[in-house]
Structures are given as C-alpha cells and as structure tokens.
C-alpha cells in the first residue's frame, strides 16, 4: 500500500528512511507548539485551544501534503504570520481576534481559488524580488522584537521609546543562554535544536522555581473557545482587505519560496527548475490555511525546517505523513506546553528572526533604487510595529523612487496599482 501510495523505489528510499525524516523534521519544527499558543494567548485568545488548533492544522496541512502531493513537506501555523495576527492586528489594530480568523480563512480561499486558477505564477512574477527579499528580511526583524521584549531584554522607554531590560534578572539570562544554545546546536548539526533548547531552558525554570510545573502529558485540553469562532461577516464588514492582503500576500511568497527551496535540496525540480505537482502543493497548503482558522490559528504554511528531512533522506509523502502522526500525538503535551515560560521561547523567536533576515544580503546593492525600498521595508515593519505598514510604505518607495529615476521600465503593472492602493489606505482610511 505504501508503495503504490508513495512510490518509494522510485524515489530511491524505503519505509525506514521515510520514518527518520519524518522524526527529523518534527523535531526540527516541533517548537511550534509552545511558541503558537503563547503568542497567540497575548491576544486573548485559549492558550488550550490554540495548542490544540495548532497541532491539528499541521497534522491535517501536513497529511493532506503527502497524502495529495506527494512531498516530504510539513505545514504548521507559520511564524511572523501569527506574530502580525496578535501583535499587530488585534492587538495594534484593535480588532478581534474572531474578525482576525475570518481575514484569515478569506485568505485562506483566496489562495485556494488562485492555486486552481493558476494566478499565482502571475502574481509572483509581478512582484520585485528586492521587495520579496525586503518583505521576508522585515518579518524577521519584526520577529526580533517581539522576541526580545518578550525575553525582557529591550523594554519601553518614556523618551527614548526602547532601552536595555535588566540584564542581571534570571529570565534575562536564560533567554540568552537559550539563544546561544540553539545556534551552538544549529552550528553542530544537531536536530531538535531549537526545542532541545526550549526545554533546557524550562527546566532550568521549574528548579529555580521561577516556572510552574503543569506535569507533561494529560487529556487534550477543549477547543471550544476557539473552535468555529471565526467572523466572516465582521472581516467582510470592517473592510479588512488590507489585512486579508497582508495574510495572502506573505503566505503566498513564503510558501512558494519554501516549496522551491525544499524542493531544489531534495532534487525534486525538473529539468526547467520547475517543481512538479506544484499546484498540489498549493491547494495542500491554502486548504490548510483554510481548516487551521476554522479551528482557531492564524495562517498555516509551508515550513522550511522540511529541509532537515529531506537532508535526512525524506523523499516522499510518507515523510509528511509521520510528520503528520505526531503532530497528532503532540495533542496529549498541553500540560508541558503550559509550562513553558515566555523567556523560554523568546530565543526560538529570535533565531528564526535571524534565519528570515539573512536574505537581505542577496538584494542588488549596486543598485539604489532596489535596496532602498527593500530596506525601507524591513526597517519600517518593526518600527510601526506592523507587516502591512511596512509592506504599504517599500511599495509606496519603490514605485516613488523608480518613476522619479525614470527606470518605469523595471516595474510590471502591479506595482504602482498596490503602491497607490497603499498610499490611499495610509492618508484617507
């Protein structure tokens, strides 16, 4: 059955190899189930249920992955994304946390829709790869600091806006010793770095008695609170169109750079570097999106620690179903999840922070008018606290600067078309 599922001589592996990938990959992205929940929390949403919803929308994305796919791809809720739902939507915003999930799911058939029709080729050729670099180099120093107020290192400041925390408190210093942990793991090679690091880290707490246990394993905690919560008609009435935009727009990006990268590590790409299967891929992907808001999780996507399967030997669709089979599994560790303090996850935040910006130094820096915008971007995202103002103002840069450098010819239709739809949101709504 597994063979005629996965076609594993084909592919040049087996069952076992599949297997380890499979358990490679989940430790690589597990963290995700302590780190969702607790941003997601700060928004007010179940801390219970968000660890439930997030654990079943990456077994569901991940399954449907392999099951339709055929790539050993994994799916969860993805960072950034749910960073911009709580911090700057709800929270920044002002707006529910129900009318969130609904942009949410809108985005979520929105990219379905686009992957059937075959739009999204159209939309990631018109788009400006320096604004992509930009786009995922701002989302990371968005993540940044949110993780470092999170581990009270940069606190507020009545004049100068942001200062140095107390560095001598003890969450402070774990939150350090955590980050330096996972990049000395990372650098070793070592799966798991990342939730290696998080539990250490926890640990540490519960013996210096700054954590409260909670115990390991129990019955999964109800989904009530956010299961079906959703508000469609509040999205649709609100005018959240720009946010719907936002969720769409960076799912889209980070999920075709995911399936591209991923792919070309595993030599999945054809001859002409395209990835077969690709829309499968898509609709797995936007299906989740779909399901993860209906149980109550900001956008589910394509994660890239896939690559740590595949170099681990993942060739199939079976990696993502063992994926997908402990995600499920992970149900039963509510109780850990809940002891896992914010020092605690903050480093993880951060390291990914790092991995998301380094793409920066691939932009054109001969070129003015390209990395001027992309940096524009980046930098704005964490200083307006907001994806979308960042995204609106490198758009609104870029097509300023390329009309008043006379280089029109750089820029397909598109640009200028969101440029102005951003600058009338920022001066009129």
């Not at 749910?82 to 002002?94: D, I, P, S, T």
């Not at 939150?175 to 650098?187: E, H, K, P, T, V």
């Not at 889209?252 to 070309?264: A, C, E, M, Y």
Request: charged share 10%; net charge neutral.
């Amino acid at each position: 059955m597994l063979e005629r599922l996965f076609q594993l001589q084909a592919h040049g592996t087996s069952v076992q190899r599949e297997a380890m990938a499979g358990l490679t990959t989940f430790l690589t992205m597990a963290y995700i189930i302590f780190v969702n929940p607790g941003i997601l929390s700060q928004a007010g949403m179940d801390f219970g249920a968000v660890f439930m919803a997030t654990c079943l929308a990456a077994a569901f994305g991940t399954a449907v992955m392999g099951l339709y796919a055929n790539y050993p791809i994994a799916m969860a809720p993805g960072m950034g994304l749910n960073a911009y739902f709580a911090f700057g939507v709800v929270l920044g915003m002002k707006i529910s946390w129900q009318v969130a999930l609904g942009a949410v799911f809108i985005s979520g058939v929105i990219f379905f829709l686009i992957s059937l029709f075959k739009v999204r080729e159209w939309i990631i050729n018109a788009i400006p790869l320096s604004m992509k670099l930009g786009i995922a180099g701002g989302i990371g120093l968005f993540l940044a600091i949110i993780a470092l107020e999170n581990a009270k290192i940069v606190v507020d400041h009545p004049a100068t806006l942001v200062t140095l925390g107390d560095v001598r408190s003890l969450p402070v210093l774990l939150a350090a010793l955590g980050f330096a942990l996972i990049a000395a793991l990372s650098y070793r090679k070592i799966p798991g770095a990342i939730i290696i690091s998080i539990l250490a880290v926890t640990v540490i707490s519960v013996l210096l008695g700054l954590s409260e246990y909670k115990g390991i394993a129990s019955a999964p905690p109800s989904m009530a609170p956010t299961f079906l919560q959703m508000d469609l008609k509040g999205a649709i009435e609100i005018g959240l169109w720009s946010i719907i935009f936002v969720f769409l727009f960076v799912d889209l990006f980070d999920t075709s750079g995911t399936l591209i990268g991923v792919s070309h590590r595993g030599g999945f790409l054809d001859k002409e570097g395209k990835l077969p299967r690709l829309n499968r891929a898509l609709v797995a992907d936007s299906s989740a999106t779909m399901v993860g808001a209906a149980l109550g999780t900001s956008t589910t996507t394509s994660y890239i620690e896939s690559a740590s399967g595949v170099d681990a030997g993942g060739r199939t669709g079976l990696t993502a179903v063992v994926v997908a089979i402990l995600f499920l599994a992970a149900i039963f560790l509510a109780p850990l999840a809940g002891t896992v303090p914010a020092w605690a996850t903050a480093p993880a935040l951060l390291y990914v922070a790092c991995l998301m910006a380094r793409g920066l130094k691939d932009l054109d820096w001969d070129d003015v008018t390209e990395y001027v915008p992309a940096m524009v971007t980046a930098i704005t995202m964490p200083l307006t606290y907001s994806i979308a103002h960042g995204i609106g103002i490198g758009f609104i840069t870029y097509a300023g600067i390329k009309i008043l450098a006379g280089r029109w010819s750089d820029m397909s239709i598109a640009v200028p078309i969101i440029a102005v739809a951003f600058l009338v949101k920022l001066l009129f709504v």
